[in-house]
């Protein structure tokens, strides 16, 4: 085999017009991910009877379980689901219109939301107790104690495992692959297979996951400086 | 006026209030004194609800709540009446002093951020950090922490302000500052229950002493008589204990 370096530009150039999709999926599945892991972390923070062993149960089983599973229930499953709901509501939408790229954003939405809500709950535990007795006593609802004192200093506690997060679900974005989405890696198959130069292709595909991962770690370490100007650093 | 009647709490078995009755006047300073353990945090934590009472009533002015079974519109209400002043000031971390004095007047009072703005600057002012507004708590001495946690408080003008042990988390140089401050406001006719194990700051400060063991009252009234001639044995050895010169011969 010859290393066509041309080739990896060439593949690269490619690659970009997919970029959109990609970071479609992650940012989707993070916020998603995240909005639903707050509410789970609430649920079993504040110990909810019922709601939070069920929450307790679907972390424990969408953590126990690969992503790609999840992907894969979700794209066999819901279909049948969807069309018997529809049809019993008389309606004429099935579930082959249904976009291949909304199966992606949804089972990786469900797998974010179990880790996000262990990196919020990780966040909430962060903050002092005090802070929220502060904040009742000078009258305080529960609702804005913890909208502006409570969530400000968790978000700054969980940045750091945020990113980690980010930075895992773009990668584990790739998987939408394996239900027709052309994302990076799909179309660096695409780009490699028509030319037979896999490896330039690939090459191409790490180098703009790099690119990315290394935009998200400076974007995090920008926000964290920012909003963590009242910590004088942890242990050091 | 503040009336407690017939405070009861329990952690688990733990009886730690044992029915506790106590008024306090408008205007009046009272110390709450008594050894570790004795419950006196806990009682002042029942007049705002951070500790939910198992038992009896707390009245703030003519608002009423019921100890047990209070619900959540009468604790509000009962938190809107009065302030508090950590033993470990409980500053809003990631906001500024200016900030932390502001936000209840803006969020929980609802006054124009302007004018909130002003008098957040003027308590801050009497408390002597004018020059501190914007500095984030960490950023400030335990006893500049401990003055804003203060200014948050007056700042929202409660009925009652209750400290709980405001000096205890201080290094001894700087107790000095803060209960200067308190002082200073005392004066100004604020009432004020101070859980406190600053005795000389009791005795010269308060208009009522209330001294508490084990989940009771022992003995309360004019601290200059209490501190002189403690009727209640407990009273005494505690006093004795705790100002040892009495005990010492050199």
């Known amino acids: 085999m010859k290393l066509d370096p041309a080739f990896i530009w060439t593949a690269f150039v490619q690659l970009l017009s997919v970029i959109p999709t990609t970071l479609l999926i992650t940012a989707v599945s993070v916020l998603g991910g995240f909005l639903i892991g707050t509410g789970i972390a609430l649920l079993r923070l504040y110990r909810v009877p019922v709601l939070s062993q069920i929450a307790a149960g679907y972390v424990t089983f969408i953590r126990g379980t690969p992503m790609i599973t999840h992907l894969l229930l979700i794209y066999f499953g819901l279909p049948a689901i969807v069309d018997a709901v529809s049809e019993s509501l008389g309606s004429s939408f099935r579930s082959v219109s249904i976009p291949y790229l909304a199966f992606a954003l949804i089972a990786f939405t469900i797998t974010a939301s179990a880790y996000m809500s262990e990196v919020v709950r990780s966040g909430l535990l962060a903050v002092n107790r005090g802070q929220l007795e502060a904040a009742y006593s000078i009258g305080m609802t529960t609702p804005q104690a913890l909208r502006r004192i409570v969530f400000p200093q968790a978000l700054a506690a969980s940045l750091p495992n945020l990113s980690n997060s980010l930075i895992g679900m773009l990668h584990g974005s790739t998987l939408a692959f394996t239900v027709s989405v052309v994302e990076i890696m799909a179309k660096a198959q695409i780009v490699a297979s028509t030319n037979w130069k896999f490896f330039e292709a690939y090459l191409a595909a790490a180098l703009i996951f790099w690119g990315l991962t290394v935009l998200i770690e400076q974007l995090a370490s920008r926000i964290e400086r920012r909003i963590n100007v009242y910590n004088r650093g942890g242990v050091a | ?250």
């Open chain 2, 1 to 250: 006026m503040i009336q407690l009647s017939r405070i009861t709490k329990a952690f688990g078995r733990h009886e730690v209030l044992k029915g506790i009755d106590l008024t306090v006047g408008k205007g009046e300073v009272v110390a709450i004194l008594g050894p570790s353990g004795s419950g006196k945090t806990t009682l002042l934590r029942c007049i705002n609800f951070l500790e939910k009472p198992s038992g009896g009533t707390v009245a703030i002015g003519d608002f009423k709540a019921d100890g047990k079974h209070p619900s959540k519109k009468e604790i509000h209400a009962l938190r809107l009446k009065s302030a508090m002043v950590f033993q470990h000031y409980n500053l809003f971390r990631h906001k500024t002093a200016l900030e932390n004095v502001m936000e209840g007047l803006v969020v929980v009072r609802k006054i124009p951020k302007e004018q909130a703005r002003a008098k957040s600057i003027s308590v801050l002012e009497k408390v002597g950090l004018g020059s501190k507004i914007d500095a984030y708590p960490s950023q400030l001495s335990g006893g500049q922490q401990q003055r804003v946690g203060i200014a948050r408080a007056l700042a929202l003008e409660p009925e009652v302000i209750l400290f709980d042990e405001p000096t205890s988390a201080l290094d001894p140089e700087l107790v000095g500052e803060v209960l200067e401050v308190i002082r200073r406001i005392a004066k100004e006719g604020i009432t004020m229950i101070v859980v406190t194990h600053e005795m000389g700051f009791a005795r010269d400060v308060a208009n009522r002493v209330v001294f508490m063991d084990e989940g009771l009252v022992i003995e309360e009234g004019d601290p200059k008589e209490i501190f002189a001639r403690p009727k209640e044995e407990r009273t005494k050895q505690f006093l004795k204990r705790i100002t040892p010169e009495a005990s010492y011969s050199i």
